[in-house]
């Protein structure tokens, strides 16, 4: 999606201490994790799902700065109205959730897979609600730790995996997932990790990365399509609507609301309109297809010369078609990235004394 680099202090090794890496890898070693990282995909789908972790790491430690340059602190999407800016459409899309999960002081939230914590940052300052977010990569963390600086008495952080979330039965009061379940190797038996830490009572809200009723498994297209979001966005696969549903049940929960949110989008204003570099912005011009080129010839020239890793402008071209891919779903209608469930734990609310 975003094609420049995060603008931040160099974090070269010794070997090449003028070379700018990218997440948490050594300069010298950002081409060997590309190289890995395409490897995964082009094996079987079981075997995706057997190396997820390294799978979904190897794609933040690689995109993370390219998505804040780009994208800012959120990484997700949203249904926009008319006139509507991208990055407001993202907090309304957020206060959603805290509406619907009625968040408030006091309450103790579990943020699934919390990316770089723009959407905690922002739902705590608004409900005054405590957050820990988990996340499998050390570099997010890390930045998620620095852009909640200003609030830290209402966020912290599990460097952990959502599959098996270390912490307690009953812990949590209710528990929210942006767009970061489609990572998961298998849906129900991560809804039944989020269940647990749940509360008697508690729900549990998010949106999902879903192919829709008009996706065709027998159509090459449309199989096409998927292969290359899959692969521009480190997914072992693409669940479709019911099967996200039919999990959520699986895991016990009661599940009250589902919907996609996607049709919602004014029909001007489409999800995936920032992806077109349609929005004019600084940040959205390398979107376009000049920018896109300008940003391909300015990468190579740079790895020639040692002042980003070499990697870094396969990296912006596996975003890109990624980028492509999405708004081809889009477009076609086979894919939604914000499909919302809202679901409950049965049981009566525990209220502490």
Not at 92 to 113: C, I, K, W, Y
Not at 147 to 155: E, G, K, N, V
Not at 167 to 196: G, L, Q, V
Not at 250 to 271: K, N, V
Request: aromatic share 10%.
């Amino acid at each position: 999606m975003q094609v420049t680099p995060n603008n931040r202090s160099p974090r070269g090794s010794a070997k090449e201490p003028e070379s700018r890496s990218l997440g948490d890898i050594a300069p010298d070693e950002v081409n060997t994790v590309v190289t890995q990282y395409k490897g995964l995909h082009v094996t079987g789908l079981q075997r995706r799902k057997e190396r997820y972790v390294t799978l979904v790491n190897h794609y933040y430690d690689l995109v993370t700065d390219f998505y804040e340059f780009g994208w800012g602190r959120s990484f997700h999407f949203a249904p926009r109205r008319r006139g509507e800016s991208f990055q407001a459409s993202l907090l309304r899309h957020q206060m959603f959730l805290a509406e619907r999960l009625s968040l408030g002081p006091g309450m103790q939230v579990l943020d699934v897979g919390c990316g770089v914590g723009g959407p905690m940052y922002n739902l705590a300052r608004h409900s005054g609600a405590g957050f820990v977010g988990i996340n499998n990569n050390a570099y997010q963390i890390e930045r998620a730790r620095l852009h909640t600086r200003d609030i830290q008495s209402l966020c912290s952080f599990i460097h952990g995996d959502y599959m098996r979330i270390p912490e307690d039965d009953n812990r949590y009061d209710c528990a929210i997932a942006i767009e970061s379940m489609p990572h998961a190797p298998d849906k129900t038996a991560a809804f039944r990790e989020i269940f647990r830490v749940l509360r008697p009572g508690a729900c549990f809200a998010g949106y999902e990365w879903c192919l829709t009723e008009i996706h065709d498994p027998r159509n090459e297209e449309h199989l096409r399509i998927k292969k290359e979001i899959e692969t521009g966005n480190a997914l072992p696969d693409i669940a479709d609507t019911s099967e996200v549903c039919d999990a959520l049940r699986a895991a016990g929960f009661d599940l009250l609301e589902s919907r996609d949110l996607a049709t919602e989008s004014d029909p001007e204003t489409p999800w995936y309109r920032a992806l077109q570099g349609r929005d004019f912005s600084i940040s959205s011009i390398p979107r376009t297809p000049a920018g896109r080129f300008l940003t391909n010839l300015t990468l190579r020239a740079a790895e020639r010369v040692r002042l980003v890793p070499k990697g870094t402008a396969e990296v912006s071209r596996i975003l890109n078609r990624g980028a492509d891919s999405l708004v081809e779903g889009g477009v076609s209608g086979i894919f939604t990235p914000m499909f919302f469930f809202l679901a409950r734990k049965p049981g009566a609310r525990e209220i502490d004394e």
